[in-house]
T-cell receptor, first 114, second 112 residues
Framework: GAVVSQHPSWVICKSGTSVKIECRSLDFQATTMFWYRQFPKQSLMLMATSNEGSKATYEQGVEKDKFLINHASLTLSTLTVTSAHPEDSSFYIC??????????FGSGTRLTVV | DAKTTQPNSMESNEEEPVHLPCNHSTISGTDYIHWYRQLPSQGPEYVIHGLTSNVNNRMASLAIAEDRKSSTLILHRATLRDAAVYYCILRENNQAGTALIFGKGTTLSVSS
């Protein structure tokens, strides 16, 4: 079946630094990738949608200059949290969709900003 | 996406069947009913989907009401590994390429 690899699984960073999260589709081409974040005891909240080679479309209230998304190839999308602050601590999840494939999710990245 | 309503939580005992309900009274004729589940500290995973007829796969069964205003995800023999949040999501077939939107889902607890 379709597999999406997300790294790192967890990361701790200092306030003010940047963190990059990678999402790779291992056995299919992901024409579209999605990024979600999830706070404790809450559901997934869509942050942005990215199509390969295009700029990401951000959901209302998500700062595009803070959450940089790159989808430069059909198998890789990255989310960079810039100038992270404690309130950015969350569980970040990517999802990939390819032609003929359903939605496959990564295993998530737990970000803790101290 | 059309709205779905699920109970916040349900409890089950190991090896017993579990019936997880979902109400979707405003479902349109072209909406597919999808179920995903999210294990603790994991990303969601696909469980099953259907349109009108009941569906079975290795993970679960999906029973869809004749009027399609409700559906039930059936886990035939719950295991401890089935403890998760289960999400019922409606999707039109032509929405491929747009994101799945998650509601609050049902948190299933399984006791041994």
């Amino acid at each position: 079946g379709a597999v999406v690899s997300q790294h790192p699984s967890w990361v701790i960073c200092k306030s003010g630094t940047s963190v990059k999260i990678e999402c790779r589709s291992l056995d299919f081409q992901a024409t579209t990738m999605f990024w979600y974040r999830q706070f404790p005891k809450q559901s997934l909240m869509l942050m942005a949608t990215s199509n390969e080679g295009s700029k990401a479309t951000y959901e209302q209230g998500v700062e595009k200059d803070k959450f940089l998304i790159n989808h430069a190839s059909l198998t890789l999308s990255t989310l960079t949290v810039t100038s992270a602050h404690p309130e950015d601590s969350s569980f970040y999840i990517c999802s990939a969709k390819g032609t003929g494939h359903g939605y496959t999710f990564g295993s998530g990245t737990r970000l803790t900003v101290v | 996406d059309a709205k779905t309503t699920q109970p916040n939580s349900m409890e089950s005992n190991e090896e017993e069947p579990v019936h997880l309900p979902c109400n979707h009274s405003t479902i349109s004729g072209t909406d597919y009913i999808h179920w995903y589940r999210q294990l603790p500290s994991q990303g969601p995973e696909y469980v099953i989907h259907g349109l009108t007829s009941n569906v079975n796969n290795r993970m679960a069964s999906l029973a869809i009401a004749e009027d399609r205003k409700s559906s039930t995800l059936i886990l035939h023999r719950a295991t401890l590994r089935d403890a998760a949040v289960y999400y019922c999501i409606l999707r039109e077939n032509n929405q491929a390429g747009t994101a799945l939107i998650f509601g609050k889902g049902t948190t299933l607890s399984v006791s041994s």
